[in-house]
């Protein structure tokens, strides 16, 4: 018996445990958070809750200002980790087969969809197939994936859960198998089964204080500073028509009987000798609003640690490569600590296709090939690309950097197996520019023949 029948025997002893699994406080919990921050993102924020109340015996109808940083801070994350492919480096052959597998799969666009579920939601799951002889991976969103874990935080199987049309879908993926069920016509029942070809799916999470094997939101950072934010340039907003109208005031005896000229344009008051008129209005109190409204955004920036400068609230100009480094440490610090989670999700995902390869495929790659294989992120910071490339050149004169590694450094090359494919098929760089002197200097000595003649 295996720890999976183990663990269905022992906590539900029912052939359709998966209902009873799906349905469990936590996970419906969970699956109601990330509804939550679905609807969030979608524009349903706290804001749009505050009710109206009668002001000067009217009704007063609040302003409701919704800001959406909260896309952009998660697409800057997104971006600044993945927008640039990740590049594939190690044995020749095992990169070449695996940067196929990406191309077809289109893996490139599945990690930047991968990464943007667990920063919205905390968690993702990825499942490794082959179709038509074709690698590809499907997403499973947060909302319907339910992972089993045994107690001491092993993955046992994992539920695919849905419903559409008020009926109840169920793919539960064990080690070895996958079986579908629905509850079309009222009772529930099995309708297909299959071989299991790669596995339980991959989980992607980031960190959690409370939960080791489950992920945490980065929206649940950021949204209580957002709503202040909200709140307070909804209510000075407010200010200009609530508190901003101003009331006369005379103060003295107002004569009688001998108003204005009728020809005069306009209008006015006439008041005895050393009355005043004035219209009195409550002052605009700025400075306090945008000292705590700065304050609010440079937290909002701080806690989701993305710089300044991205963000349009910071001026700059003619600045060196340490210098940017120095703005976007923060982003970088941030960029690092996603990529461990997607490096190791990447890693599980490369096991799963070297299984498929060889048992279905015939592609095999021995261990020490295989071990080579490894991972180049590129964030995607602004560089000062004149400094980098002569330093790069620097190097390469010292005899200090590989062609390989230089082509690795460079601002300017995406696929560095390509490009060294390419330069392989062209004459050698040192021998081009040697060729090139030597016909200058031969151009010098000729004219200085002719000269002498």
Same mark, same amino acid.
């Given at each position: ?6 663990f269905?025997?022992?906590?539900y002893? &029912?052939?359709?445990w998966?209902? %009873? ?6 996970n ?9 921050k679905?609807? @969030?993102? &979608? ?41 640039l492919?990740v ?18 799969g *289109? ?30 991976s499907?997403?499973i ?13 092993n993955?046992?199987a ?11 879908y169920?793919?539960?993926? *064990? ?6 069920y ?5 009772d529930?029942?099995?309708?297909e089964r @299959?071989?299991n070809?790669?596995g339980l ?6 960190d ?5 094997n489950q ?8 949204? /209580?500073?957002?709503?202040?934010m ?10 200009? @028509? ?15 009987g ?5 020809d ?5 008051v006439?008041? &005895?000798?050393?009355?005043?008129f004035?219209?009195?209005?409550n002052?605009?109190?700025y ?11 440079q ?23 340490v210098?940017i ?6 982003a ?20 799963k ?11 095999v790659?021995?261990?020490d090939?295989? &071990? ?8 995607? =910071? ?7 490339? %002569?330093?790069? *050149? ?11 590694s ?10 560095? =197996?390509?490009?060294?494919k390419?330069?392989? /098929? %062209?004459?050698?760089?040192?021998v081009?520019?040697?060729?090139v ?15 002498a003649?």
């Amino acid at each position: 018996m295996s720890n999976l029948d183990e663990f269905i025997k022992d906590k539900y002893n &029912d052939p359709y445990w998966f209902v %009873e699994f799906v349905g469990e406080i936590p996970n419906q919990l969970r699956v109601q958070d990330v509804q939550s921050k679905k609807e @969030y993102l &979608d524009g349903s924020h706290a804001i749009l809750n505050k009710p109206s109340y009668k002001y000067n015996g009217k009704e007063f109808v609040p302003r409701k200002i919704v800001l959406q940083y909260a896309k952009t801070l998660l697409n800057f994350q997104k971006a600044y980790l993945l927008q640039l492919p990740v590049t594939l480096t190690g044995n020749d052959e095992v990169v070449k087969y695996y940067s196929q597998v990406t191309r077809k799969g *289109k893996y490139d666009r599945l990690n930047i969809k991968l990464l943007d579920k667990v920063l919205k939601y905390g968690q993702v799951a990825e499942y490794v197939y082959l179709h038509n002889g074709v690698i590809k991976s499907k997403i499973i969103d947060a909302s319907e994936g339910f992972p089993v874990y045994d107690h001491e935080n092993n993955l046992l199987a994992f539920v695919e859960a849905y419903v559409v049309d008020a009926i109840s879908y169920f793919i539960v993926y *064990k080690e070895d198998v996958v079986e579908k069920y629905n509850n079309n016509g009222g009772d529930m029942r099995m309708t297909e089964r @299959y071989a299991n070809l790669s596995g339980l799916p991959i989980i992607y999470h980031n960190d959690n204080e409370l939960y080791e094997n489950q992920g945490k939101s980065e929206l649940d950072d950021w949204i /209580s500073i957002l709503d202040s934010m909200e709140d307070l340039i909804s209510k000075y907003t407010d200010s200009f @028509y609530k508190f901003m109208n101003p009331i006369p005031v005379a103060i003295g005896q107002q004569l009688k009987g001998q108003g204005l000229p009728t020809d005069v344009i306009g209008g006015g008051v006439n008041l &005895d000798d050393g009355g005043e008129f004035k219209f009195v209005s409550n002052q605009s109190d700025y400075k306090s609003f945008e000292t705590i409204y700065k304050t609010l955004v440079q937290s909002l920036l701080d806690v989701s640690q993305t710089p300044a400068v991205s963000m349009n609230k910071t001026d700059i100009s003619n600045l060196s490569e340490v210098s940017i480094k120095l703005l976007f440490q923060l982003a970088n610090i941030k960029a690092g600590m996603n990529e461990v989670f997607m490096r190791e999700g990447f890693e599980e995902r490369y096991e799963k296709i070297r299984v498929l390869s060889e048992e279905y495929k015939g592609i095999v790659f021995n261990d020490d090939e295989y &071990d080579s294989l490894d991972m180049v992120f590129q964030y995607a =910071q602004p560089s000062n690309d004149k400094e980098i490339i %002569e330093n790069i *050149k620097l190097l390469r004169e010292l005899g200090g950097m590989s062609l390989e590694s230089m082509l690795e450094k460079s601002p300017y090359t995406t696929d560095v =197996q390509y490009e060294m494919k390419r330069l392989k /098929s %062209e004459e050698p760089v040192e021998v081009v520019v040697d060729k090139v002197n030597d016909d200058e200097d031969k151009k010098e000595d000729d004219k200085e023949r002719d000269l002498a003649v």
